[in-house]
Nanobody, 121 residues
Framework: QVQLAESGGGSVQAGGSLTLTCVYS????????MGWFREVSEKGREAVAA????????SYADSAKGRFTMSQDSAKNTLILQMNGLQSEDTGLYYC???WGCGIRIDYEYWGQGTQVTVSS
């Protein structure tokens, strides 16, 4: 089993920034990729970013490119999503996920409880 715990959500004004953190533990050897997805009220679930853990290759959804930056601190078992230039359409519940398959997808095997991001205009 894999455990994922997100934190760092909050409320910001449009143009602001937030840093989300995911602490992971458990049998990470059963996974090859990690990432973030969000649940937005009007769009449903949407993948945001993904990292292939064996080589650190990172992919972003078009909505995240140029604004969001994901990084991994393996020593601390932490996945970080730095979000800049937030807009109201970024409002939603953000989840950390991990799984065997890779790519900008929402169907990884494991995910956490989520952390709420609210952007006011």
């Amino acid at each position: 089993q894999v455990q994922l715990a997100e934190s760092g959500g909050g409320s910001v004004q449009a143009g602001g920034s937030l840093t989300l953190t995911c602490v992971y533990s458990g049998d990470m050897d059963t996974t090859s990729c990690m990432g973030w997805f969000r649940e937005v009220s009007e769009k449903g679930r949407e993948a945001v970013a993904a990292i292939r853990t064996r080589d650190g290759r990172i992919s972003y959804a078009d909505s995240a490119k140029g604004r969001f930056t994901m990084s991994q601190d393996s020593a601390k078992n932490t996945l970080i999503l730095q979000m800049n230039g937030l807009q109201s359409e970024d409002t939603g519940l953000y989840y950390c996920q991990a799984g065997w398959g890779c790519g900008i997808r929402i169907d990884y095997e494991y995910w956490g409880q989520g952390t709420q991001v609210t952007v006011s205009s």
